[in-house]
């Protein structure tokens, strides 16, 4: 298994653009997190998905951010406008009914 | 509110020590407890995963232990390497499959 892909690996924009992550999680995992990594604040759970329904989204920081999961394969992070506040390195992990999570490689944002 | 807490935040040691990684978490009403490897720039690398029901799991060179009733951890790390300099976290799965960090701790090994 090729483990957690996210994409980009970078993503630079300016502000007030609109910027999507992705992620494919493992194959027959069925959970799916989104988790935000910065030296403030370390590693914060934004949103997860159990069997592609969002279950806890507590963890949005605002109605900018969303997120979304169509099918077991693919899920997405969007924030729309995106501010400078919102630079952080942003992973995706899956897991098998929380019996360990993997992780991808994240996707570092730089708002400008 | 599950807090997770590591001590030391940074260890600089020379190569060969044996060194030990402290975890400590607020509610030992967890499922599980995971040690993590954080290189810089890179994602997490899973190392350890002990299930509420066990006292410790072993990995090579690595071994952690798992105390639910005074909510502790530890990372042993035998015969240390510069390889193995790195951000270890720990995280704790309490329910709802949320898995709670700690803030880690800076691993630095000299030649």
């Known amino acids: 298994d090729a483990g957690v892909i996210q994409s980009p690996r970078h993503e630079v924009t300016e502000m007030g653009q609109e910027v999507t992550l992705r992620c494919k999680p493992i194959?027959?995992?069925?959970?799916l997190f989104w988790y935000r990594q910065t030296m403030m604040r370390g590693l914060e759970l934004l949103i997860y998905?159990?069997?592609?329904?969002?279950?806890?989204d507590s963890g949005m920081p605002e109605d900018r951010f969303s997120a979304k999961m169509p099918n077991a394969s693919f899920s997405t992070l969007k924030i729309q406008p995106s501010e400078p506040r919102d630079s952080a390195v942003y992973f995706c992990a899956s897991s098998l009914a929380g019996y360990g999570y993997t992780f991808g490689s994240g996707t570092r944002l730089t708002v400008v | 509110k599950q807090e997770v807490t590591q001590i030391p935040a940074a260890l600089s040691v020379p190569e060969g020590e044996n060194l030990v990684l402290n975890c400590s978490f607020t509610d030992s009403a967890i499922y599980n407890l995971q040690w993590f490897r954080q290189d810089p720039g890179k994602g997490l690398t899973s190392l350890l995963l002990?299930?509420?029901?066990?006292r410790e799991q072993t990995s090579g060179r690595l071994n952690a232990s798992l105390d639910k009733s005074s909510g502790r951890s530890t990372l042993y790390i035998a015969a240390s390497q510069p390889g193995d300099s790195a951000t270890y976290l720990c995280?704790?799965?309490?329910?709802?499959?949320?898995?709670?960090f700690g803030q880690g701790t800076r691993l630095t090994i000299n030649p």
């Open positions: 995280a704790v799965l309490r329910g709802a499959q949320k898995l709670v």
């Open positions: 998905f159990n069997n592609n329904v969002p279950i806890d």
């Open positions: 194959s027959g995992h069925n959970s």
């Open positions: 002990i299930q509420s029901s066990q």
